[in-house]
C-alpha cells in the first residue's frame, strides 16, 4: 500500500482526520489532495494486456472455441504481436478461456475384408515432401437425430488438407469411392502413382475400390489389422472434427449434418485451422505459399 493510500484508508477506517495522519508521516498536504484528484490513468502494461486480452478472445471464439494457448500464439505473431505462448496460456486461464478437451476414445468401425490387403508402404511415416506423394483416409461415424451418418475422407500427407471427404447412410466401398474420386477432382483428375494409405477395412479392400484405384493410377498401402497407429494421421483428423465441432453441436437431420460438416471443412479446417505439420498455417494457405515460391524459383533456376 503507497503511503497516501495509508493516509486515506486512516480516515475511512478509524476517522483519523487528513491532517493529522499527513503530520504523523510528514507528507504535505497538498500533495496528499493532488493525488486524490489523480485521474485513474491504467499503464502501458496494464493496456497491452487490456489489448492482448481482446484479441486473444477474439482469435479463441474465431476458432468455435477449440483453440489453445499454442495456435492462438501463432495468430497473434502473424498479426506481429511479440509475446510468449506461456503468456498467452496465463491471460487464457485468467480468462476462463479452455480450448478443445482431449477427445474420447473413437468406436472403431473397421471390418477386415476377406480379400488380400496391400503391403504397408508407409510404416508409420506421415510426412511428404510434396504435394500428391501420399495421401491417407479413414471413416468415422456420426449421430444425428435421424440416425447415424458416416464420413468417408482423403488427406494429403503434405499439407493435411481434406482434399475428398464422402457422406452416407452405409459405410461401404462406395462411401470410400466417392470421397476418393472428389480427391482426384480436387487435384484435376491427375494423380498417377499417388499411395492411398488406410486400414484394412472391406472397404477399402474390396473389388469395386481396388478397381477404382488402379482405374485412377492410385497405389494402395495398408496398415495392420488392430493398430491404430499404422494409419494414426487419418485417426487424429477424425478425432479433432468430433471434439472440434461435430460434439459441439446436434444435427436434426442428416441433410444438416452433411451441410455444416462440409461447411466446417471448407471453410475452417482446410481454410483457416492452423497445423504443426504445415508449418502452422491452414493447409491451403501453406500450399498456396509453397506452390509461389516453386514458381518464382523457376525462372531463377532456367536462368543459371
Not at 489453445?68 to 502473424?78: E, F, K, V
Not at 504435394?131 to 444425428?144: R, Y
Not at 493435411?160 to 482426384?184: F, I, K, N, P, T
Not at 479446417?269 to 523457376?298: V, W
Request: with cysteine; net charge positive; charged share 25%.
Amino acid at each position: 500500500m503507497t503511503v497516501a493510500g495509508f493516509i486515506a484508508d486512516q480516515r475511512t477506517e478509524h476517522h483519523v482526520p487528513h491532517t493529522i495522519a499527513c503530520r504523523a508521516l510528514e507528507v504535505s498536504e497538498s500533495w496528499f489532495y493532488k493525488w486524490r484528484r489523480r485521474p485513474e490513468q491504467p499503464t502501458k502494461r496494464e493496456v497491452r494486456r487490456a489489448t492482448l486480452a481482446e484479441r486473444i478472445t477474439y482469435f479463441f471464439n474465431a476458432s468455435g472455441r477449440t483453440y489453445g494457448s499454442p495456435r492462438i500464439t501463432l495468430d497473434l505473431w502473424a498479426e506481429g504481436w511479440q509475446v510468449s505462448q506461456n503468456t498467452v496460456a496465463q491471460i487464457m486461464a485468467d480468462l476462463g478461456l479452455q480450448g478443445r478437451k482431449p477427445p474420447r476414445r473413437r468406436k472403431n468401425l473397421t471390418r477386415q475384408g476377406r480379400r488380400k490387403a496391400a503391403r504397408d508402404l508407409v510404416l508409420r511415416r506421415y510426412d511428404a515432401i510434396g504435394p500428391d506423394l501420399l495421401w491417407w483416409g479413414d471413416m468415422t461415424e456420426i449421430e444425428t437425430g435421424e440416425g447415424k451418418l458416416y464420413l468417408a475422407s482423403v488427406h494429403d500427407a503434405y499439407s493435411r488438407r481434406v482434399l475428398g471427404y464422402a457422406m452416407g447412410e452405409r459405410h461401404d466401398a462406395s462411401l470410400v469411392s466417392a470421397s476418393l474420386q472428389m480427391a482426384a477432382a480436387t487435384r484435376g483428375g491427375s494423380v498417377d502413382g499417388v499411395i492411398f494409405h488406410s486400414d484394412r477395412g472391406s472397404e477399402y479392400t474390396s473389388e469395386a475400390y481396388n478397381s477404382l484405384c488402379g482405374r485412377l493410377g492410385v497405389v494402395q498401402s495398408m496398415g495392420r489389422v488392430g493398430s491404430a497407429l499404422d494409419n494414426a494421421a487419418a485417426e487424429s483428423f477424425h478425432s479433432s472434427i468430433k471434439a472440434e465441432y461435430i460434439r459441439r453441436h446436434r444435427f436434426a437431420t442428416r441433410a444438416e449434418a452433411r451441410l455444416k460438416i462440409a461447411t466446417w471443412i471448407a471453410d475452417f479446417f482446410n481454410t483457416r485451422r492452423r497445423h504443426s505439420a504445415a508449418g502452422g498455417l491452414a493447409p491451403a494457405e501453406f500450399e498456396r505459399i509453397i506452390n509461389q515460391k516453386r514458381a518464382e524459383a523457376r525462372p531463377q533456376a532456367r536462368a543459371a
